[in-house]
């Protein structure tokens, strides 16, 4: 009996997270999102953060959240104990050090300013696709 269940359920399973993958944009045969509790934890502190803070923005096709200060260096710090690689970049804003939070957005470090100066200003980008 519990064998025919799990011949049953399995489809429906299967079914589920196809059409979950789907809705939420991503490719079905890639879909690595990271669903640990830490992970979870550190996204949803940043929606909520952005959401307090006015860094909420409605694109053409999505909404971007924008989380900074206690909650985005723990974001960043997170991502790098994960041993997520993470990317030097200079752009006109300054220079930015770009850890990638998988399938959703990035986490930076701005380490200059434009002028050269040495900073270190944190904030995290979530895109989520309509």
């Not at 992970?39 to 803070?53: G, V």
């Not at 971007?64 to 804003?93: H, M, W």
């Amino acid at each position: 009996m519990a064998q025919s269940l799990n011949a049953f359920f399995r489809p429906v399973i299967c079914g589920a997270l196809v059409i979950g993958a789907t809705v939420m944009g991503a490719p079905v045969a890639r879909a690595q999102i990271n669903v640990r509790p830490e992970a979870l934890t550190n996204y949803s502190y940043c929606i909520s953060h952005a959401k307090d803070r006015g860094g909420v923005f409605l694109l053409d096709r999505g909404t971007l959240y924008r989380c900074g200060d206690d909650i985005a260096v723990s974001y960043f710090n997170y991502l790098g104990r994960q041993r997520v690689p993470e990317k030097r970049v200079t752009e006109a804003e300054g220079v930015f050090i770009y850890r990638l939070i998988n399938g959703v957005g990035k986490c930076w470090n701005m380490i200059q300013d434009p002028a050269g100066n040495p900073v270190s200003i944190y904030g995290c980008d979530i895109y989520v696709e309509l």
